[in-house]
């Protein structure tokens, strides 16, 4: 308490001493009054985790495919990380909410759930399961209507606010499997 009044009495100061007089209540409330400077503050900062978690929650799950402009920088290197070929895919945010909403109509209105979550730095790993339904021809396999479920993970890279890059594998025998299935039941 006394160090809130010594610090109510050194901003009244400060305001009287610089001609900008205002109307100061008491700290009654334990809470002090606001100057003109602490009104321009940076936002808080945002960990790399809580980017990529925001980004998987709106974005990746289908939610907001737009969002992706808040999240991923203009230009995002998409490794896809295969073991007989891997390619790397240049991604923007326009690209990448078209490759959600081609996810939508390949599997509807899919469940996304973020099952693990780890950062270091300015990376992140993140593994989720997308549970959602087989509506259109994928890899040659008619479309069935049953439910398809994606495990997938990606480590993602994070700087100034923003996925710079990222490299993303995903259980592509399981999933061919459960195609194979859909196909001779």
């Not at 205002?22 to 409330?29: A, F, M, T």
């Not at 969002?67 to 990380?81: C, D, F, G, N, S």
């Not at 087989?134 to 606010?161: F, M, Q």
């Amino acid at each position: 308490m006394k160090q809130q009044k010594i610090n109510f009495v050194a901003k009244a100061a400060f305001l009287k001493n610089n001609n900008q007089q205002k109307e100061v209540s008491s700290p009654s409330s334990n809470q002090l009054p606001t100057l003109p400077e602490q009104k321009k503050m940076v936002p808080p900062i945002i960990s790399s985790k809580e980017i990529v978690k925001a980004f998987l929650t709106e974005v990746r799950s289908g939610k907001a495919p737009d969002q992706a402009k808040k999240y991923l920088a203009e230009t995002v290197l998409a490794h896809q990380l295969n073991s007989e070929k891997k390619t790397t895919v240049t991604r923007t945010p326009e690209n990448y909410a078209a490759h959600v909403r081609e996810l939508l109509t390949q599997y509807g209105n899919y469940t996304f759930e973020i099952t693990k979550l780890l950062a270091d730095g300015d990376k992140v790993y993140a593994r989720w399961k997308q549970s959602g339904h087989h509506l259109t021809n994928l890899d040659g396999y008619n479309a069935t209507g049953k439910p398809l479920n994606e495990i997938a993970s990606a480590v993602y890279r994070v700087k100034n606010g923003k996925i710079m890059e990222y490299w993303i594998q995903m259980d592509r025998f399981g999933f061919e499997q459960q195609l194979q299935q859909q196909q001779e039941n």
